[in-house]
């Protein structure tokens, strides 16, 4: 196989790589080639998506302006590929070096060409079926990391698995939880110096919350940090879970306790510290879990952790006490903001619970904390001890209570993005009634939900007890700037441009383009299924595209019954948008049908005498045979069946047209085509 080309004079060489396998030599030049230097600078690359939250800071704005608030109107789709599945869509695809890695349904990992659309390779981890039954919110999965020419992603049984970027092929796995508990991975890892950082769901199921490193090299664990602690007869793994151990009471840890770190984290390598978000308690229901009460450390927390070893470095609990499954697991975001007339380095979250805070992020201290949407549960943060004041009328231990925000959380995993040239931070927002009461005939039943409160009382919502709307929010005032009204809640996650942009995809099945400043809606198009996932943007010789993963899903879509009906529920697809200014020239696709030696001569051979049945370019929309796959299947019978036809059929005799030879020429072109 050639190598290069190398085209020797007298006192200088030139090479020219140009086959995969030169390319694949070259480490700077191979699959996925992210390294901490690329993700630190991430900013100053916009052409790709190179991390979950297009950078560390997980502020999913891009610096991106050809696309803008002048021109988005003339956003065309450019392709659509298709993860073929039904259910759920929630990953933030990653763009590397004209690449895209997402995931689908049951942990299945894509890689596209990022410019055609054309699959390049797909890798199905083989997820048992029956692991379904221990996912709370869907067989969703929220994407991978790219780093040093791999693909990591999480599966919903548990698994990290490392792939090569290039081929798709499986470098290592590790089984991260214990397959008889109650687990599953649906988050996708975050990666920094070597290490490849994951969590984990399952805290309606009864489990204790934790989050792990693993070598990126190897697959070995490196360090694992619980949330919450276990039996104190057992002793501690830290000394943060020994201060943890006294805010509980009663046998937590043969409920679990819960605490998992199924969804954000973010790093700043400046203070090399990792941030987790923890989740709810295990079961909801405090005084099942913890009776006496006691703020139940570290549920629905932010953790910031030593991504060395997983140390603790400090905590803020967002809902001290947790009694309504208010995770702390929401997207975080870091930025620099100027805060009475000082910059500070600040952590940002708008958790379930309806506020949205402002710390910090050096040592976790509380700077601000407000209701972003309707909030019944508490007051208000008070600032001086940085905790929630609940309203005790509210409590659902004897009766039934109509309360808001709900377990669905007034901002849940849907991302938000944040916007250093507004200022803004633009919250997929749901306005969603809940109702609490304590299930009185309670009891542990292994392996289902174990949450202790009675969920029949949903059965009385209809669509008029649930709406949505997209929410640019002042993080530095604390203030709504403005919002967008949209019908149905558990629209998609947003993304913001320096094209004073936000992208956000909606329940009902569209992509829509606001101006970041104003929230004028400027482009709206239609995606035939509903959006939860975030958009991306990226750019590859000067086209700015947007991407959204489209398929109606995830926890809402499962249980909201008659209030989630007005949902788009068409099939899961991958669509991406360019402006047609920027469509290929005719020069483009010319040079795409020129191509080398033999196959050239079949391909132009099958254009004559077949295309016209059997599609052009080897495909056939219609039902008529994939003759890729007949070529493969037929072998040396192909050129007889060609030659002679098949009566009855249709397919004609084509002997008068074409010889053994020239059919023997088509069947190589064919077999150099993708596989159908
Ligand atoms: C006028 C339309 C038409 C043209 C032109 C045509 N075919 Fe077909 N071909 C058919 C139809 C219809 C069938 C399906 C027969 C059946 O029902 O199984 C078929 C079937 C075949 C099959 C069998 C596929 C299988 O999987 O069983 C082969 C091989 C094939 N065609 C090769 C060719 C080649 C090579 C050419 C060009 C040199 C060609 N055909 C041109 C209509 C056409």
Not at 321 to 334: R, S
Not at 409 to 435: C, R
Request: with cysteine.
């Amino acid at each position: 196989m050639f190598r290069g080309l190398c085209l020797v004079f007298t006192t200088l060489i030139v090479c020219a790589a140009w086959t995969p396998g030169a390319k694949a030599k070259d480490p700077e030049a191979r699959a996925g080639a992210v390294d901490d230097a690329r993700l630190r600078a991430a900013d100053a690359e916009p052409g790709s998506w190179l991390a979950h939250g297009r950078n560390w800071a997980e502020q999913r704005h891009s610096t991106l302006d050809a696309l803008n608030a002048g021109n988005v109107a003339q956003l065309e789709l450019r392709w659509r590929y298709d993860p073929e599945t039904e259910r759920g869509l929630e990953a933030t695809p990653i763009v590397v070096d004209g690449v895209m890695y997402a995931t689908g349904t049951w942990s299945v990992v894509h890689a596209v060409d990022a410019r055609s659309g054309q699959g390049i390779w797909r890798y199905d981890p083989q997820v048992p079926r029956a692991v379904g039954q221990k996912a709370c919110c869907d067989v969703v999965n929220r994407g991978v990391a790219v780093y040093r020419g791999r693909v990591y992603s999480g599966t919903l049984d548990g698994r990290l698995i490392a792939l090569d970027a290039g081929s798709g092929e499986l470098i290592w796995e590790v089984q991260t939880v214990d397959p008889e508990l109650y687990y599953t991975i649906t988050g996708a890892p975050r990666v920094m110096k070597g290490r490849v950082v994951i969590g984990n769901g399952g805290a309606e199921y009864g489990v204790r919350g934790y989050v792990s490193a693993y070598d990126a090299e190897t697959g070995k664990q490196l360090w694992r940090t619980y949330t919450v602690p276990a039996n104190p007869a057992d002793g501690f793994e830290s000394p943060a879970l020994e201060r943890a151990a006294r805010t509980w009471n009663g046998s937590w840890w043969e409920l679990g306790g819960g605490g998992t770190v199924w969804d954000a984290m973010a790093y700043d390598p400046e203070l090399d510290l990792l941030y987790v978000g923890t989740g709810n308690g295990s079961p909801w229901v405090r005084a099942l879990r913890s009776p006496g009460g006691g703020d139940n450390l570290y549920l629905s927390s932010i953790l910031a952790l030593d991504p060395d070893d997983g140390r603790q470095v400090w905590h803020y609990q967002t809902t001290p006490g947790d009694n309504w499954d208010f995770t702390a697991t929401q997207h975080m975001i870091l930025a620099e903001l100027e805060i009475g007339g000082q910059q500070r380095k600040v952590i940002m979250q708008a958790p379930k619970n309806g506020f949205f805070y402002v710390l910090d992020r050096r040592n976790g201290e509380l700077i601000s904390a407000e209701a972003f949407a309707d909030v019944l549960w508490a007051t208000h943060v008070d600032s001086e001890t940085g905790r929630p004041v609940e309203r005790e009328d509210l409590l659902f231990e004897e009766s039934l209570q109509f309360i808001k925000p709900t377990f669905f959380g007034a901002h849940n995993w849907q991302p938000m993005s944040f916007n250093p040239k507004t200022g803004l931070v633009y919250i997929p927002t749901h306005e969603i009634l809940g109702a609490y009461r304590r299930d009185p005939g309670y009891r542990r039943v292994e392996g289902e939900f174990n949450v202790g409160t009675d969920f029949n009382v949903f059965s009385a919502f209809g669509p008029e007890a649930v709406s949505g709307h997209l929410l640019a929010w002042d993080p530095v005032r604390q203030v709504e700037v403005w919002r967008v009204p949209l019908g149905l809640p558990w629209n998609g996650g947003t993304l913001t441009t320096a094209g004073n942009l936000v992208f956000q995809g909606t329940a009902d099945g569209r992509l829509v383009a606001y101006r970041a400043d104003t929230g004028q809606t400027l482009w709206v198009t239609h995606t035939g299924s509903g959006v939860i996932a975030a958009p991306i943007t990226y750019a590859i010789d000067g086209v700015q595209y947007v991407s959204v993963m489209a398929g109606w899903g995830g926890a809402f879509a499962l249980v909201a019954g008659p209030a989630g009906l007005g949902a788009a529920r068409g099939p899961g697809v991958l669509l991406t948008w360019a402006i047609p200014d920027a469509v290929p020239t005719p020069a483009d696709f010319e040079s795409q049908i020129t191509r080398e030696g033999g196959v050239a001569k079949g391909e132009k051979l099958y254009h004559t005498w077949c295309a016209r049945c059997h599609g052009s370019a080897g495909v056939s929309s219609s039902r008529l045979p994939d003759l890729r796959a007949s070529q493969q299947r037929l072998g040396e019978a192909f050129i007889q069946v060609s030659l002679h036809g098949l009566a009855d059929t249709g397919m004609p005799a084509m002997k008068r047209y074409v010889d053994a030879d020239e059919v023997a020429e088509i069947q190589r072109y064919l077999a150099s085509l993708p596989a159908p």
